[in-house]
Structure formats: C-alpha cells, structure tokens
C-alpha cells in the first residue's frame, strides 16, 4: 500500500555533507513512524534514525548522534536524513522503512514498508 523511494546518496569524502530523501506514496503517510537503516555488504542491517508521525520524538544511533538529523514534512510525504561529518565507517546502503507505530522504533521486523536504498560512501 505504501511505495518508498530514496535518493540523496553518492560518493563524499570525510568530513563532508549529504542529506537523504525518502518519498513516499499513500494517503496515510503522516499516520506512519519512519525510520533509516543502513547496511554495509557482509554486514548486518542496522538501525540509523527514527521520527514519529507527528514529528515530535527522535531516536538515532548513538555512532551519528550529532551528526545526523532526521526530519519529515508530511504535507510533501517525505521524510529526510541531514548526514553532516561523515566519516569511512558510515558508507552503507541507506534504506528508510515505515511503521504503523513507534512501540519498538529500532528493531526492523516492526517495519512493513521498505524503500530499494540509495548507496553512501564515504572516502578517507
């Protein structure tokens, strides 16, 4: 019912900027938490960022805590992670995820909706 499609992603060096945007279709999108994950290959996904659906509460991993912002303006049904300081470790495919509810805001298997990901790397 709900389509999801990143963008935003390339290649930066350390210490450098990207923000990444998630749009999404379906009328109910401003009734869904959200969230970003990301994986690294041979590596598990891992919880990134998470904003409710009003926008009023957060949570980020604690590694991009101060560097990372998440944000969603609803009346364009899109939610957005501001990645500013980024450093070699953080390169991974990003993929933001919907939620019908923030109960367990960081384990992925709560999320039904997935985006395909946008690729980050991030060069020493």
């Known amino acids: 019912q709900v389509q999801l499609v990143e963008s935003g992603g390339g290649l930066v060096q350390a210490g450098g900027s990207l923000r990444l945007s998630c749009a999404a279709s379906?009328?109910?999108?401003?009734?869904?938490?959200m969230g970003w994950f990301r994986q690294a290959p041979g590596k598990e996904r891992e919880f990134v960022a998470a904003?409710?659906?009003?926008?009023?509460?957060?949570n980020y991993l604690d590694s991009v805590k101060g560097r990372f912002t998440i944000s969603r303006d609803n009346a364009k049904n899109t939610v957005y992670l501001q990645m500013n300081s980024l450093k070699p470790e953080d390169t991974a495919v990003y993929y933001c995820?919907?939620?019908?509810?923030?109960?367990?805001?960081?384990?992925?298997?709560?999320?039904?909706?997935w985006g395909q990901g946008t690729q980050v790397t991030v060069s020493s």
């Open positions: 995820a919907a939620t019908p509810d923030y109960s367990k805001i960081t384990d992925a298997t709560r999320y039904d909706y």
């Open positions: 379906g009328r109910s999108f401003s009734r869904f938490a």
């Open positions: 904003i409710s659906w009003r926008g009023y509460n957060t």
